[in-house]
Nanobody, 115 residues
């Protein structure tokens, strides 16, 4: 069974940093494009970052220049380095495989940024 386990969230002050991890299992990770989404209160789930199997990356405009997505294929893990955090980054962050293959969502990890 596919498992997506997010971790690394927490409470930080504006301007701080967090590194999120997503441990993936139950599917072939190498070559699979992976994504980070987030969902803030009252908002739709939003695509934050994407990384292809070959390492190409894409970011939402709102996080570009501040967040970096990366992966460790040996560990079957995708990371999201979050710098210069803003209160509007507050959300539950989720990882998943990229479209067109989408697995059931995990529980996510809560990121709260105080001003």
């Amino acid at each position: 069974q596919v498992q997506l386990v997010e971790s690394g969230g927490g409470l930080v002050q504006a301007g701080g940093s967090l590194r999120l991890s997503c441990a993936a299992s139950g599917f072939t990770f190498t070559g699979a494009a992976m994504v980070w989404y987030r969902q803030a209160p009252g908002k739709q789930r939003e695509l934050v970052a994407r990384i292809t199997g070959s390492g190409n990356t894409n970011y939402a405009d709102s996080v570009k220049g501040r967040f970096t997505i990366s992966r460790d294929n040996a560990e079957h893990t995708v990371y999201l380095q979050m710098n210069s955090l803003k209160p509007e980054d507050t959300a539950v962050y989720y990882c998943n495989r990229a479209d067109p293959i989408r697995y059931p969502w995990g529980q996510g990890t809560q990121v709260t940024v105080s001003s």
